[in-house]
Nanobody
């Protein structure tokens, strides 16, 4: 299973970016999909996650500004980031709790995409 993230970049404070992460490979279904981030010198932290049925969970720091969504038919998770702040600058990683055709469950991670918020 591979996760391919895209959509990062440089944006000014107050701007928006949309991240995408597509999963491919031996996938029967995907339970939770999520986005994490890691800033320089800090630990990786949860940004948001979403269950198969659409239930969501957000870090307090991004509530009201970020929106996570998914397309189960495409095995893809999205993160719409609005009103971006310099403190949102980090490498963003997606992950997915995948059930394969053998009914084995494992969490996979994407390679990360850089988001930089700066004027």
């Amino acid at each position: 299973v591979q996760l391919q993230a895209s959509g990062g970049g440089l944006v000014q404070p107050g701007g928006s970016l949309r991240l995408s992460c597509a999963a491919s490979g031996n996938i029967f279904s995907i339970n939770t999909m999520g986005w994490y981030r890691q800033a320089p010198g800090k630990q990786r932290e949860l940004v948001a996650d979403i269950g198969y049925g659409g239930s969501t969970n957000y870090a307090d720091s991004v509530k009201g500004r970020f929106t996570i969504s998914r397309d189960n038919a495409k095995n893809t998770v999205y993160l719409q980031m609005d009103s971006l702040k310099p403190e949102d600058t980090a490498v963003y990683y997606c992950n997915a709790d995948v059930l394969n055709d053998y009914y084995d469950s494992m969490v996979y991670w994407g390679k990360g995409t850089q988001v930089t918020v700066s004027s």
